[in-house]
């Protein structure tokens, strides 16, 4: 009878690993030599709010987009397109965008802070109407080629 | 062998430890391979431009310089920075944060190919799998790190937990590490994924998951990255790497303006994008304005302010008017060049050489370092050191005019530093005593 065993695993592998984890270890200690529990925190967090969070997020909504519009399914590109692109800016620059650091960004470069929120709506709407023109476009081109008997 | 983990978890598809949870016909190693090349490239060179940025600081000069001086080892490619060509920071800074911007949608693109991966069961099938588990914690979790404390610092928003120096150039370290380890381990198999897609595309075109049978078992992740149950596509594995492409296009687009006075305009959401600080001659781009650093307008006035310099043969006073009077002013057209990612296009400055102020303290033909300390009473880089190849470049300036009119306080009248190639920290502004000699 053979015992079920945990096998090691290519030697290769476990030596590359190791030499890996001896860096991450010392460059970690010193990461850590702060404020540990709060890098340790965001380290992991993001991770895990990336993974756990953002990204079931984004899925759902993906998929409630794709349910909603049913039939029309060769309409999903021009609203995922122009949602998707607009909520990465929303991503990368929320803390301009909400104004957040409105007081520091004034006082530190001398720059208006509001117009980000303008901005970034601004594109949203180019990126929409762009979409909606690109559609509206797509539609007429099949209603004109589609046989006459139809109509 | 695990039986806790039964056949149950991994074949139900309501749980995603199940590859039937996961529907999307994009998701495979190829689509995944062409991403993580990508990543290869330009996580290389940001984790590249990211150490030299840091050597930039001639950290290894004066403490003040250096805010991870416990760095070891880490620090051992460090070298003495040049000053030219003159917009070597400005274009490094420029390509380490625009970069890191425009990759983001790979990033969270690749992420997205690979997250049935996370909950793969069994959670490991050897020590050696295991290991690699662990490494892929760091490799995700220093990723995303990195990023985030990137994309918030140019922000000006100090949310993360420490000096951001410190947490951006450690937390690389340890990213990097993992991710020499992942592409040591990967890159093989990408490589050959993209032979493969080059040759299929070549050949009868898309032909997704399938005619693959002869070479399987060679690298196992196919099975799982592939879905069994493959939901409706609603775009082709080519369209997703164009809407992700295209992600990255319209970051880089609204970014990269920051670099140039001429095209500011267009850098629509960045920090320093859309427009200057007013107009005129001193309404270019500002990294901390005088209210911001404390800067006191008495302390500046022509009859309170006195440069204080100090070398070999003792401290000399100078007024302002005394300055210009008495050395040689001169002009360089340079750059502000910021950590942050931005910079501003060549400025006119006008002032007195370094070297000419260390050669009235003792120093006649051979400049050595320089101590700059700012009227600044608080903040990170209100002293700062120079090395003595930058003291010596006849373009390095204590500038007095910029564009042919007098600072303003917010660039630092009555006096700052200019130095070609410097980040922009080390130019310091409001200058109130330098200290010339060996550091």
Not at chain 2, 119 to 132: D, I, K, V, Y
Request: proline share 7%; charged share 20%.
């Amino acid at each position: 009878m053979r015992r079920p065993r945990f096998p090691a695993g290519s030697p290769f592998q476990l030596l590359l690993l190791a030499c890996s984890f001896a860096l991450a270890g010392y460059a970690g200690v010193r990461l850590l030599a702060g404020d540990w529990w709060g890098v340790t925190l965001w380290f992991v967090g993001a991770a895990l709010l990336h993974d756990l969070v953002l990204l079931p997020l984004y899925a759902a909504a993906d998929r409630a987009l794709v349910r909603g519009l049913g039939a029309r399914r060769e309409w999903v590109p021009y609203v995922r397109v122009p949602a998707a692109l607009s909520g990465l800016l929303l991503l990368v620059w929320f803390p301009l965008i909400s104004g957040m650091v409105e007081r520091r960004y004034r006082s530190a470069t001398g720059l208006p802070p509001d117009g980000f929120l303008a901005r970034w709506l601004l594109i949203t709407a180019v990126l929409f109407g762009c979409s909606a023109l690109l559609l509206a476009l797509r539609l007429r081109r099949a209603t004109k080629r589609r046989p006459p008997a139809v109509h | 062998m695990f039986p806790a983990y039964g056949r149950a978890m991994r074949d139900d598809p309501l749980l995603p430890s199940s590859p039937g949870f996961w529907r999307s016909p994009l998701r495979g190693t190829r689509f995944t391979s062409v991403l993580g090349l990508v990543l290869l490239v330009g996580i290389t060179v940001l984790f590249v431009t990211g150490l030299v940025s840091y050597a930039a600081y001639n950290p290894g000069l004066s403490p003040v310089n250096d805010k991870t001086p416990d760095k070891g080892i880490l620090g051992f490619y460090l070298f003495d920075w040049p000053t030219g060509p003159h917009w070597l920071y400005r274009l490094n800074q420029g390509v380490h944060v625009t970069l890191g911007i425009t990759l983001i949608p790979v990033l969270l693109a690749k992420l997205w190919s690979v997250i049935p991966r996370l909950f793969a069961l069994p959670p490991a099938r050897s020590l050696a799998h295991a290991l690699e588990r662990v490494s892929l914690l760091l490799l995700v979790g220093g990723a995303l790190f990195e990023f985030v404390t990137g994309v918030l610092n140019v922000q000006l928003d100090y949310v993360f937990p420490g000096s951001f120096y410190p947490l951006h150039f450690y937390g690389a370290w340890v990213f990097f590490a993992a991710f020499v380890a992942h592409a040591l381990l990967k890159t093989p198999i990408a490589l050959r994924n993209l032979r493969r897609l080059r040759q299929e595309d070549e050949g009868q075109g898309e032909d997704e998951g399938q005619g693959e049978d002869e070479e399987k078992g060679e690298d196992e992740e196919k099975d799982i990255l592939v879905t069994p149950r493959p939901a409706e596509p609603t775009v082709s594995r080519r369209g997703a790497l164009w809407f992700v492409g295209g992600g990255s296009l319209l970051l880089f687009a609204t970014t990269a303006g920051q670099n140039s006075d001429a095209l500011r305009r267009t850098a629509l959401l960045a920090p320093h994008g859309g427009g200057d600080p007013g107009s005129g001659p001193n309404g270019f781009q500002i990294n901390k304005t005088a209210a911001y650093a404390g800067i006191d307008a008495a302390e500046t006035g022509e009859d309170a302010w006195r440069l204080v310099v100090t070398g070999r043969t003792g401290t000399v006073r100078l007024s302002r008017a005394r300055l210009a009077a008495e050395l040689p002013l001169y002009s360089a057209a340079l750059p502000i060049a910021c950590v942050e990612g931005w910079s501003t296009s060549d400025q006119w400055w006008r002032g007195v050489r370094l070297r000419d102020l260390a050669a009235l303290v003792g120093y006649d033909g051979d400049p050595p370092d320089l101590f700059v300390e700012s009227l600044q009473p608080r903040g990170a880089f209100r002293k700062a050191a120079l090395r003595a190849n930058q003291v010596a470049d006849p373009r390095s300036l204590l500038a007095l005019y910029v564009n042919g009119e007098e600072l303003s306080p917010d660039h630092g009248y009555p006096a700052r530093i200019i130095v070609p190639a410097a980040p922009g920290v080390l130019n310091t502004k409001w200058v109130a005593r330098m200290t010339f000699g060996d550091l």
